[in-house]
């Protein structure tokens, strides 16, 4: 580990910041070199509906999705069930959940809609699951343009189709996905626009694997568990 240490000097004007705070006086910051196991430095949970081969309906969590424009950028394992039916349906629903929804997206946490459970997975301890909503105690809503489910309890829901797909290093895809339809709870859209209130929206974020809303940590994480995700404290941290 090496040590490396960046100093602001003290007393000095630093643009808007001291414009902003006053005069600051601030600590040197100290830098180590690691070689970082994860890099999940936080992310809202997205609630992936899709279409199974036989018309039911699959629901997977996920965090490595990225916005812009009318556009999402999603990062999945290929042994997902997720990913089978996004490249045979072109078509799914972007469930954004808030963090009072962390105990539902950690019930769906050990569970896959592929069978046979790839062994890599089994290993991990997934379970198969044909129900996933009823699992995760979510109620499935019919979409308006496309055949995936949405999740009723979610307050942002979006319909998309998939545009392209890519291979991501070795086992994964990043599959770009088209906004054709944006379903918001009425409380978070600010009245008279077609914007979301960032002060109402309270995103469920994953971060390094455990659940945090509102900068708190909200719920405990089967996933963090699966991952053998150390922590500062021993113990968890107390939550749920
Ligand atoms: C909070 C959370 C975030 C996750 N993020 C991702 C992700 O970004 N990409 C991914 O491939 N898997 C992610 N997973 C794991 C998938 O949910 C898991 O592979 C699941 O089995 C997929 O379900 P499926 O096989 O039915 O599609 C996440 C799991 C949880 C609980």
Not at 68 to 89: D, F, I, P, Y
Not at 122 to 131: N, P
Not at 155 to 179: D, K, M, N
Not at 185 to 195: A, F, K, N, W
Request: glycine content about 10%.
């Amino acid at each position: 580990m090496e040590r490396d240490v960046d100093r602001w000097p003290a007393g000095e004007s630093h643009g808007w910041l001291s414009w902003r705070l006053g005069p600051i006086e601030l600590e040197p910051v100290v830098h180590v070199t690691t070689d970082l196991k994860v890099l999940y430095f936080g992310t809202p949970v997205v609630l992936i509906g899709s279409r199974n081969e036989d018309g039911s309906a699959n629901l997977a969590p996920m965090s490595s999705a990225w916005w812009l424009g009318q556009r999402c950028m999603l990062g999945m394992g290929n042994r997902s069930k997720t990913v089978a039916n996004l490249l045979r349906e072109r078509e799914c629903v972007l469930n954004l959940v808030s963090s009072d929804m962390a105990g539902a997206v950690d019930r769906l946490a050990p569970l896959t809609g592929a069978t046979p459970i790839p062994e890599r997975k089994a290993a991990m301890g997934y379970r198969f699951e044909a129900d996933k909503f009823g699992a995760a105690g979510l109620t499935p809503q019919a979409s308006e343009v496309v055949k995936a489910p949405r999740v009723e309890e979610c307050p942002i829901q979006l319909e998309c189709l998939v545009e392209s797909v890519h291979a991501f290093g070795e086992t994964a895809s990043a599959i770009e996905v088209r906004v054709v339809r944006a379903h918001v709870e009425e409380r978070l859209v600010i009245p008279g626009t077609d914007h979301v209130d960032p002060v109402g929206w309270d995103p469920l974020i994953m971060k390094f694997c455990e659940f945090f809303g509102g900068g708190s940590q909200v719920h405990p994480s089967a996933l963090a568990e699966a991952w053998q995700m150390p922590h500062r404290r021993s113990g968890r941290a107390p939550v749920g």
